[in-house]
DNA sequence: TTGAAAGCGATACCAG
DNA sequence: CTGGTATCGCTTTCAA
């Protein structure tokens, strides 16, 4: 241990001070520390050991004033609390680290903002970010789509773009900037997920499918509701009809899939399946059910989407559409960084997974009822 | 509308631009955007408009550095993906932004740095965040107590404390600072809430209970194992030190529950009961219990530490020792920014409560066998 | 109430 | 390879 850091109501060690205590210039100790640059191997060892020996913690502010850019990454979300986000924040944060976790005092730290996913919101942070001179963004999570937002939203990270900083768009649709612009997308294709879980569902037999979808106006409710209509069009027109009337729009929480499904079954609706916007509208509708001493899955079969694979083998719901967060945060933490060139058109997707846990045939009795 | 920003590779707008174009100085466009100093209603008006046109976002890096204070809060956490963390994270960054949600530009940022619970990634992140001369540092969760670690922590924080960056401990237990420095601690009555959590078990005639504890080291583990095996002892000594034998260490994650579960029944214990560290361990128990074909909660009833309702109310466990995580992180929001007074002793501990549904006796046959 | 000017701490260009 | 030094954009005395 060399530390001998002074106390008190101490003023922060300056890259001056290091130049002094090492006897050569500021530069000189500037280009020591930021490396790729000639440095006598002697010098080095003195600067090195000054830092050292005064305790020496470079100023970022400073450093991102000459640099006109920060290692501040933004990172919009529309909730951390909800599992969704929090893996992929987390995720994305862990991948934005130093690759060589040796040398500390490197490493791009994630701001982390909840959105709720509202547009007002959105569009603040996006300039509190900019304000900071961050040096990426990255806007995660179903998009409203409101052509008044979506433009205002454009314009935004046009700017933040033009003015160098990389923008990702993860998990939600591409935005139209102008060529050359650093902005990537990742995609999941909750499309082609919802697709194949309503064939799943309907290949065990189900034909009643109630499904509890997320905000209407947001982009990935719309986009799985559009894939699991379409697999329900593909295989009868009349069934995709009726499970219209089964389809409510409700929030990401707990009490949305409690709510819903207390309504639909206030409605007299009957059904043998429900898919859920996520496994956390799973649990309340598991919950509803329950309660009404309805069997699960005995008598509905419960589906979700999610990144929580202890759903599929804990409870129900038994068959969920995986979607890869975690690889999506990477992913993005990599285009953000510039350590990974996005393809040509600037879209990766991401393939979702469904993940089944034993079949659960609707009751027979349960058939067109 | 009034917009009006140019694009381009546009370099932005400074404050001198503003001034220039409203007419004024530099220096009273600076009073105008920060307040609280006497300016003219003329001329506030004409910057105000001149910030408009411009579309003007302050460089805040600069004003940092100018102020030798940003407005970046750093949050430690384990793993926002964990959703102890995710809570309280997400609580902690919602109230850190403006009172009035009216103007935008304004609020502090949250920075949220994952360091899985080891010291070398808890004390790295401190040196960046003191690099960047956050506005304040809330660390959370439980604290590695080892004293090598408990020092250097200390050193760092007192350094941060005195460097004026107000310093927030949540979750943890307080560490011994100089006087005066601004370092307060929100804790939670992890060992009130693992005894009243015990006592429960008891009178409902458990009498072998299964523990599995967080990481040995932790002290959260601690202090809810201490808790707990109070609770036991004065119950009955002879029943806590049967307990001992039936105590796990292990990790937070689901799988930890899942293997040390599996560890105790390949080991032949046997027990009417477990109290898992959190909910996403108790569902790892759970999944263990039912592959062996044991039933929840008639053979075994478990339960759990945490802040997920749903877990209560959908499925085992049935019983939850509830941390206050959304408050904590308001409070910790709100010491770390000065918005409330810490307690003369610069303590504040928050209850947990024991969220209790239904009683689940357990199974004759099960009682001492 | 407003303006002028001196930093804040690091970067990077230009010499040497 | 190393040393000056002019910024970077804003805050903050000090005068006026």
Do not use: W
Request: net charge negative.
């Amino acid at each position: 241990m060399t530390g001998d850091e002074k106390e008190g109501t101490s003023m922060a060690v300056t890259l001056a001070e290091v130049a002094a205590h090492a006897g050569v210039s500021p530069a000189t100790v500037s280009r020591v520390l930021n490396g790729g640059y000639p440095v006598a191997g002697g010098t080095r060892t003195r600067v090195e050991r000054a830092v050292e020996e005064l305790g020496y913690v470079a100023n970022a502010p400073a450093r991102a004033l000459a640099a006109a850019t920060s290692d501040l990454v933004g990172v919009l979300v529309h909730d951390v609390a909800d599992s969704y986000f929090g893996i992929l924040a987390g995720a994305l944060q862990g991948a934005l680290g130093p690759e060589t976790p040796a040398r500390s005092g490197s490493g791009r730290l994630a701001v982390v903002c909840n959105t709720q996913g509202t547009p007002a919101a959105e569009l603040a942070y996006l300039t509190l970010l900019e304000g900071q001179r961050a040096g990426g963004v990255v806007l995660t999570g179903g998009a409203v789509e409101e052509v008044e937002h979506t433009v205002a939203l454009t314009t935004r990270v046009a700017r933040l773009a033009s003015a160098g900083t990389p923008v990702v768009l993860c998990g939600r649709p591409p935005l139209t900037v102008p060529d050359g612009l650093p902005v990537a997308t990742v995609v999941f294709d909750d499309h082609g997920g919802a697709f194949r879980l309503a064939e799943h569902l309907l290949a065990l037999g189900h034909r009643r499918i109630a499904y509890v979808a997320g905000p209407a106006g947001l982009s990935t409710s719309r986009e799985r509701l559009a894939g699991h209509r379409a697999a329900l069009e593909r295989f009868d027109p009349a069934v995709a009809e009726e499970c219209d009337t089964l389809t409510v729009h409700a929030g990401f929480e707990r009490s949305a899939g409690y709510d819903a499904t207390r309504a639909l079954l206030r409605r007299g609706e009957s059904f043998t399946a429900v898919v859920a916007a996520n496994d956390t509208v799973a649990t309340g509708i598991v919950a509803a059910l329950r309660e009404q001493g309805i069997r699960i899955p005995e008598d509905v079969s419960v589906a979700g989407f999610d990144d929580l694979p202890f759903c599929v083998d804990t409870a129900p719901p038994l068959t969920t559409v995986r979607v890869p967060l975690r690889e999506a945060g990477i992913l993005a933490a990599q285009l953000v960084t510039g350590r990974r060139q996005p393809p040509p058109d600037g879209i990766t997707t991401l393939a979702t997974e469904l993940m089944v846990r034993g079949s659960t045939a609707p009751p027979a009795a349960g058939r067109q009822p």
